[in-house]
């Protein structure tokens, strides 16, 4: 029980359904507590007031050692490689199913249960991970690692219900949060300017700033506070060529530490064709057939993108899309579905432009497995 709406409908519904349920609210986060940017302590009373009110226990578990070891570490790794990773996936795979899954056992629990908008769906080849009914909501995405093994012991109340209707329910029965705002961003960021944030653990290193024809446009801080995409904050204002468009971080190149930036939306950098990924998981055990044709995700918001898979193992996940994908980004998450069903992916390693003979140096090195 975070403290949110979500996870206190999803124990008032487990309660009405004649489960014996217990709160556990986890805490996660114990740098700058204290400061206005971390809303715990807040957090925490709301969950108290919620399972008052319902009628069920509640107690606290701190993991912030392990979400610093197993999230945190690992999150500034990857941005310090310049790649730009997405905590949250690993906080679910480490830390909610993992740690608390553990901890839950312990007490003597049967099952676990969380406020994720996602469903599953057992049967005798195994557990399938769905989205949730609410397209708005659906955050299978973020769920894609989980094993055969976590998903068995999990339940999702909610994930069979839109968001309104959770409201609804929430209003109802009077629960304190009924009206709490979502919470949004990086769990340990909170609110706060994330470069600001990043700084702090990461030094900056200086380089050269160029545009895609090899013009020397300024100075960039340091790779790892850029992503691609980036509009804001990249420190060029109006229009270099005239023609008045926006600039976006457009590629990397680790090697001379350089960061190209390109002008417009569709800027041929900025959309890529096909994909490499690693460290990829099946939920269901066994890698999609190569010549699959499938759904794929680059970012959670993101509409289903058609693709066939060209290649897929433990190891690695190569696919090609039927439409160029804008800002496929390294570090994220591309995750594969067939209808409904959610089979797991991998973090992008690096992915081409319909155009690779004419991308910016090293921006297409390939690694080993």
């Not at 709301?46 to 610093?68: H, M, P, Q, R, T």
């Not at 599953?120 to 557990?127: E, I, Q, T, Y």
């Not at 769905?130 to 998903?151: A, I, N, T, V």
């Not at 460290?279 to 993101?302: C, D, E, F, H, P």
Request: hydrophobic letters at 40%; glycine letters at 12%; one cysteine or more.
């Amino acid at each position: 029980m975070s403290g949110g709406v979500d996870s206190s409908v999803a124990a008032w519904l487990l309660k009405q359904q004649g489960f014996e349920v217990v709160g556990l609210f986890m805490k996660n986060w114990e740098d700058d507590d204290d400061d206005e940017y971390c809303s715990s302590r807040e957090d925490w009373l709301d969950a108290v007031s919620v399972a008052d009110l319902i009628g069920i226990d509640i107690e606290a578990v701190n993991f912030s050692a392990e979400y610093k070891e197993r999230v945190f570490a690992e999150f500034l790794r990857e941005y310090q490689a310049g790649r730009t990773p997405n905590p949250d996936v690993l906080c679910n795979s480490e830390i909610k199913f993992k740690a608390f899954v553990d901890h839950a056992l312990a007490l003597g629990a049967e099952r676990i249960a969380t406020g994720h908008y996602a469903r599953v769906r057992r049967g005798a080849g195994g557990v399938q991970l769905l989205r949730g009914l609410d397209p708005g909501k659906d955050q299978s995405y973020f769920l894609h690692r989980l094993q055969q093994h976590q998903l068995e012991r999990v339940m999702f109340p909610v994930g069979e219900l839109p968001k309104s209707q959770v409201r609804r329910i929430a209003g109802d029965i009077g629960l304190p949060n009924a009206r709490k705002k979502d919470s949004t961003g990086i769990c340990f960021i909170g609110e706060r300017p994330f470069r600001e944030f990043l700084a702090r653990y990461l030094p900056t290193r200086p380089g050269p700033m160029m545009s895609a024809q090899g013009e020397l446009l300024g100075q960039h801080i340091g790779l790892a506070f850029y992503t691609l995409g980036q509009r804001k904050g990249i420190g060029l204002g109006g229009s270099r060529e005239g023609n008045g468009q926006p600039w976006f971080v457009a590629r990397k190149d680790l090697a001379s530490n350089t960061l190209y930036v390109v002008q417009g939306h569709d800027h041929r950098w900025l959309h890529s064709t096909r994909l490499r990924a690693t460290r990829v998981s099946w939920i269901g055990g066994n890698a999609v057939a190569a010549g699959a044709r499938l759904g794929a995700k680059t970012r959670y918001r993101q509409r289903d993108a058609g693709c066939t898979v060209l290649a897929a193992d433990a190891c690695e996940l190569r696919l090609a899309f039927e439409q160029a994908q804008w800002a496929v980004t390294p570090g994220q998450s591309v995750v594969l579905y067939d209808g409904e069903v959610c089979l797991g992916g991998g973090i992008i390693d690096f992915a081409d432009d319909p155009h690779p003979a004419q991308s910016a140096p090293g921006a297409l090195a390939d690694a080993g497995c």
